[in-house]
T-cell receptor
Framework: AQSVAQPEDQVNVAEGNPLTVKCTYS??????LFWYVQYPNRGLQFLLK??????LVKGSYGFEAEFNKSQTSFHLKKPSALVSDSALYFC???????????????FGTGTQLKVEL | EAGVVQSPRYKIIEKKQPVAFWCNPI?????LYWYLQNLGQGPELLIR????????DSQLPKDRFSAERLKGVDSTLKIQPAELGDSAVYLC???????????FGPGTRLTVT
């Protein structure tokens, strides 16, 4: 079975400082990995994805994520945080091998990012 | 390009009553998903459609939940009868094809009293 772990319920960062939101995954095959952001009373918005290729993936709003196969991690990063980045962030994984009913996206429990002045 | 549209945004019903949620995916997206999101949790897949075919409904509680996507475009998710534990946000998402990134609607927040 595939799974995702987001070990931090909340991350607090000062504006202008770098931020990291952690994610580790478990799949039997090779992973597709995604980050989504959710603002209050809104649906999830796609930020970035890793399918194959370069381990450093760049996405929307200046976010990037680094795929580390040996550590089975896909941490979300941003060099300089903004107050407007405050939101709930979800990591998700899909096993490339699985088809049909097994071809589903599994989400983590989310990490609340709070960026303060 | 219009995003995924869901209605209603909020619904309050008494237990044992029926309720229905509607979703219109992004134009041209063949794959449609219904998710359940409880407070403080990530979304959990209820059902996935490829065009009009439900290809994964293993997580759908079929005794009370049903869904349809008759013409392979918009979809309806129904609960009958609703229970207190069904209070949650119901999210609809679509993607051009399975495996691609999913685009989510704003969700329907259901409160069962």
């Amino acid at each position: 079975a595939q799974s995702v772990a987001q070990p931090e319920d909340q991350v607090n960062v000062a504006e202008g400082n770098p931020l990291t939101v952690k994610c580790t995954y478990s799949v039997s095959g090779n992973p597709y990995l995604f980050w989504y952001v959710q603002y209050p009373n809104r649906g999830l918005q796609f930020l970035l994805k890793y399918i194959t290729g370069d381990n450093l993936v760049k996405g929307s709003y200046g976010f990037e994520a680094e795929f580390n196969k040996s550590q089975t991690s896909f941490h979300l990063k941003k060099p300089s945080a903004l107050v407007s980045d405050s939101a709930l962030y979800f990591c998700a994984v899909r096993d490339m091998r699985l088809t049909g009913g097994g071809n589903k996206l599994t989400f983590g429990t989310g990490t609340q990012l709070k960026v303060e002045l | 390009e219009a995003g995924v549209v869901q209605s209603p945004r909020y619904k309050i019903i008494e237990k044992k009553q029926p309720v229905a949620f509607w979703c219109n995916p992004i134009s041209g997206h063949n794959t449609l998903y219904w998710y359940l999101q409880n407070l403080g949790q990530g979304p959990e897949l209820l059902i996935r459609y490829e065009n009009e075919e439900a290809v994964d409904d293993s997580q759908l509680p079929k005794d009370r939940f049903s869904a349809e996507r008759l013409k392979g475009v918009d979809s309806t998710l129904k609960i009958q009868p609703a229970e207190l534990g069904d209070s949650a946000v119901y999210l609809c998402a679509s993607s051009p094809q399975v495996g691609r990134e999913q685009y989510f609607g704003p969700g329907t927040r259901l409160t069962v009293t």
